[in-house]
């Protein structure tokens, strides 16, 4: 039966249930920027034209403008139909394992490994983490929860110096990076080659995976 990686242990020095509160907040706050950015950019430059802005000498500003309104209504429309549903699955997700886990695993070293294939126009990013005896855990792939813009980087600042995990990683888990309060969705990159650990890991941990919602691929 397959063991827990032995690991740095503390206190709980990262508030598990803090942090659930605190993802739903910034989940919140991103879509509402985003959705206030392109409804302005939709709705300004019609309601100008209706004011009478654009008469006489101003005109042409018409024309300038009117690309704006369609930026402004097909991005309405990727942020209601497209990044919203899949930004409130994986929310959910981090919300569920936080609920079953806690940050009581310190991993000191981040191995940063580039995705094989894109998504969306950014790689798959994995990385492995190791201690400082030289445990490792399997390679990881992992999501940043809320996503940041396509045009940064994709690796949060400071996780090159250590994260905190809540989970278990034959299943998946929440890395918490203190350097920058990143929080980080984890599943192996390698999900079906570990199908049969998973399944001898033991009743508890399978009990535990359960309950969070890590038995199966979230992203």
């Not at 110096?161 to 989970?167: K, Y």
């Not at 079906?192 to 399944?199: K, P, Q, Y």
């Amino acid at each position: 039966m397959p063991e827990a990686p032995q690991v740095e242990h503390a206190s709980a020095a990262v508030n598990a249930e803090e942090l659930r509160k605190r993802l739903t907040s910034r989940v919140v706050r991103r879509f509402l920027a985003y959705g206030a950015t392109f409804a302005v950019m939709a709705a300004v430059p019609p309601l100008l034209v209706q004011s009478g802005a654009f008469d006489g000498t101003w005109h042409w500003l018409v024309y300038v403008t009117a690309p704006f309104t369609g930026i402004g209504i097909m991005g309405l429309l990727v942020v209601l139909f497209y990044k919203l549903p899949s930004a409130v699955v994986v929310t959910r997700a981090c919300r569920k394992a936080l609920r079953a886990y806690s940050f009581e695993e310190f991993w000191p070293h981040v191995v940063k490994k580039d995705g094989k294939r894109a998504t969306r126009g950014r790689p798959e990013l994995t990385l492995r983490l190791k201690t400082t005896e030289g445990t490792r855990s399997p390679l990881m792939r992992v999501l940043e929860v809320p996503g940041r813009g396509r045009h940064r980087d994709p690796w949060p600042e400071g996780i090159e110096d250590g994260v905190w995990v809540a989970g278990d990683l034959l299943f998946g888990a929440i890395a918490f990076v203190p350097g920058s309060g990143a929080l980080l969705l984890m599943h192996p990159e390698k999900w079906d080659r570990l199908a049969s650990d998973r399944e001898s890991a033991g009743p508890d941990r399978i009990a535990t995976a359960e309950r969070a919602g890590l038995t199966r691929k979230v992203f």
